[in-house]
């Protein structure tokens, strides 16, 4: 698949879903795609950064990932970042690690996820909340700041 035709998968896939703020999903999406690109990311990692929630929500399943025209490494990176239901943070963390290009995607998604204009709509418990779990993630992967 091309980088358009992921874009426009991801797109079709969470056509629908917003955020926690109540924006279209596929804004977090083109912003990650774009964090990848700016911090020097190849098209591999972009690719996964549109699909990098896909399967977790439940938007695409394992079995289409496995089977789509996309690289090893792109699917690779799509599932070292996909969260699994009740899985410590350090393995998730870990596993990113052990994979090659993720951490890149997560950095940007991290970065997404924890923009401070985004987080500023949201009420303050949830705010103080995921801005706790985003600097711990941070620090699991050995991320400054």
Do not use: C, F
């Amino acid at each position: 698949m091309t980088t358009a035709e992921v874009e426009a998968t991801a797109r079709a896939a969470h056509a629908g879903q917003t955020d926690k703020a109540g924006r279209p999903y596929a804004e977090h999406l083109r912003a990650v795609a774009e964090g990848v690109r700016a911090r020097g990311g190849d098209e591999e990692q972009i690719a996964a950064a549109w699909l990098h929630d896909a399967v977790e929500d439940g938007r695409l399943t394992e079995q289409w990932l496995r089977e789509a025209a996309l690289t090893q490494r792109t699917k690779d990176i799509v599932l070292a970042v996909t969260k699994r239901s009740g899985e410590p943070p350090e393995a998730y963390a870990a596993r990113i690690l052990a994979t090659p290009g993720a951490l890149l995607v997560k950095e940007a998604d991290l970065a997404h996820n924890a923009d401070p204009a985004r987080l500023a709509v949201l009420d303050e418990a949830t705010r103080t909340r995921l801005a706790g779990k985003y600097t711990r993630m941070r620090a699991l992967l050995g991320l400054a700041g």
